[in-house]
């Protein structure tokens, strides 16, 4: 509608029974405001005076190691003595896949 000339403006205004020129520029209702109000954040560790350097903010510098609860060795008491536990094999997840053999009765392709 903006590309139409003086008469069709008019035209369009005069059939459908408002400015339709007026509304071109404010077709979006939602604009937000010029000034905002200012935000209500709530108070938290970074809203002290003093002692409020950036690294003690920071919430992975506040991560630690995992705590030990139980140790996976077994504690040996005083004066005992553990008896010899012979090597065990390493676990494997199945049988060991073994290669079939070539069939005799026909020949390789």
């Known amino acids: 509608m903006a590309t139409a ?21 404010l077709r979006y209702e939602e604009i937000a405001k010029r000034t905002q109000p200012p935000p209500k954040l709530p108070v938290g560790p970074s809203h002290k005076y003093a002692s409020n350097y950036y690294f003690t903010r920071d919430g992975r510098r506040e991560s630690v190691p995992a705590t030990v609860v139980m140790s996976s ?14 090597a065990k094999l390493p676990v494997t997840p199945g049988a060991v896949y073994k290669e079939p053999s070539l069939s005799t009765d026909q020949p390789y392709l």
């Open 73 to 86: 060795q077994k504690a040996l008491t005083a004066g005992s003595q553990s008896a010899e536990v012979p």
């Open 5 to 25: 000339t003086k008469i069709i403006q008019r035209i369009r205004n005069f059939l459908s029974g408002h400015d339709l020129q007026a509304k071109l520029q």
